[in-house]
């Protein structure tokens, strides 16, 4: 791309600060909460008829039959797509549209779209609306500019990212809207900061553990066997030797933050016992069953079969050894680690625009937690896809959540600029 070419460009979305500003509080205004996945319809249209009126061809895709989908609460997915000049590569920008409930203590109204101190204000500002508001600029600015280029720009807005992407990415990764020859080149404008482009994930794994036992008085506990006691002693285990063990594998995968570059496992959750009466007057019993579930995050270095061993490994040992303990496990969600090639084209454009507009080095890092390159390289079979867009992912899922006028400006730069050089945009 020439100096002019990307002047030109630079210009252009810059122009169009105020349109992107208004583009994502318009967004935000949509309170497309997940769960149950409220408003989703509302979210694709506003992008569809958007982009519609702009030359796009535009696709609904409903991901009937997957769980959440209803007619209360359909899982609607919206695709655009326009074409250059000539056959050519396709460039994907993918941003989810769902976020997180807004949760306590926020000072501003979190669907409100407040603008303050350059920056906007509302639940899924930085996750990811302000990303999708940028992603789609950058997409118009390179048709004003009449910038001529071979292949295909694309835009999806895609559903359900926060609960596992099945309705969303994942849905239309199994109807081939990820794959080669209709897409080459994905970027996902998650929160990772303007100067970083994230190459990947960890790898996840939840289980439901349950330990058995049996009920009896609670004046007489040794007449039963108690559940909650055997649960104690498999967090004693994990405690004692998981924690350490696993604080002790370190990854060469660039992941922030620092401490998550060593594989971690979080309890998730813990209910054991029967439950309290109306009044919170508990019954005089020994549990029968506890329940925990187990968030493991680990690393491309680790096999997933190993990652579940150990766990396995620590509850067979105590069916050995520890009298009466009996558990049962139950596998909830997995997804392997994920991590494009450093090299790859669309690692390489991203990192020379990052360059050109912000005038430093780009940073590759890897993401603690997953997001929908999971689908696209596992189902779609794609694999030069990253995460690169606006705001700070520490502010992801927290009140007064926020992104930065002036980075979603950058990174609209950014992404234009990036396009254009995979589709290999000349002057004409
Ligand atoms: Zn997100």
């Not at 996750?127 to 694309?154: N, Q, W």
């Not at 620092?258 to 009044?279: F, K, M, P, V």
Request: aromatic letters at 6%.
């Amino acid at each position: 791309m020439t100096q002019s070419m990307s002047d030109r460009l630079l210009r252009l979305i810059g122009e169009r600060t105020d349109e992107l500003v208004e583009l994502t509080r318009d967004l935000i205004r949509i309170p497309t909460v997940n769960p149950p996945g409220d408003a989703y319809t509302d979210c694709a249209e506003l992008i569809g008829e958007r982009l519609r009126k702009r030359g796009f061809q535009v696709e609904y895709v409903r991901a009937e039959g997957v769980r959440g989908d209803s007619d209360t609460y359909p899982r609607t997915n919206v695709i655009a797509r326009i074409e250059g000049r000539g056959p050519g590569k396709c460039v994907h920008f993918n941003g989810h549209t769902d976020v997180v409930p807004a949760g306590k203590n926020w000072t501003v109204d979190p669907f409100g779209g407040e603008v303050r101190d350059g920056k906007v204000y509302g639940r899924g500002a930085c996750d990811m609306k302000g990303g999708i508001a940028a992603s789609i600029i950058a997409v118009e600015a390179i048709l004003a500019s009449g910038i001529p280029f071979d292949g295909a720009l694309e835009i999806s807005g895609t559903v359900d990212e926060e609960s596992g992407g099945y309705g969303g990415v994942g849905y239309m990764a199994r109807k081939g809207y990820f794959s080669k020859p209709r897409v080459d080149h994905v970027i996902i404008p998650e929160p990772l900061n303007v100067d970083r482009v994230c190459i990947g994930h960890r790898g996840v794994w939840w289980a439901e553990i349950e330990t058995k036992g049996r009920v009896a008085h609670g004046s007489m506990p040794f007449l039963g066997n108690c559940a909650v006691r055997h649960m104690g002693a498999v967090l004693h285990r994990i405690e004692e030797e998981l924690i350490p063990r696993l604080a002790a594998k370190r990854t060469s995968m660039p992941v922030v933050p620092e401490g998550a570059r060593q594989s971690t496992i979080n309890i998730n959750s813990l209910h054991g016992g029967q439950r309290e009466d109306r009044d919170g007057w508990p019954s005089p019993m020994v549990p029968d069953s506890c329940r925990m579930v187990i968030d493991r995050r680990y690393l491309i270095e680790e096999d997933p079969e190993e990652v579940k061993g150990e766990i396995v490994a620590i509850l067979e040992d105590l069916r050995r050894t520890r009298p009466g303990f009996d558990y049962e496990m139950r596998e909830v969600l997995a997804f392997l680690p994920t991590m494009t090639d450093a090299d790859a084209p669309v690692v390489r454009a991203v990192e020379a625009a990052i360059e050109a507009v912000l005038g430093r080095k780009a940073q590759q890092v890897v993401s603690p937690g997953t997001y929908d390159q999971k689908h696209i390289v596992r189902i779609g079979n794609l694999r030069d896809c990253i995460a690169y867009g606006p705001g700070i992912l520490d502010l992801a899922h927290q009140p007064d959540e926020y992104v930065g006028i002036a980075d979603m400006v950058h990174s609209a730069q950014v992404m234009a600029m990036a396009a254009l050089d995979l589709l290999g945009a000349t002057e004409g």
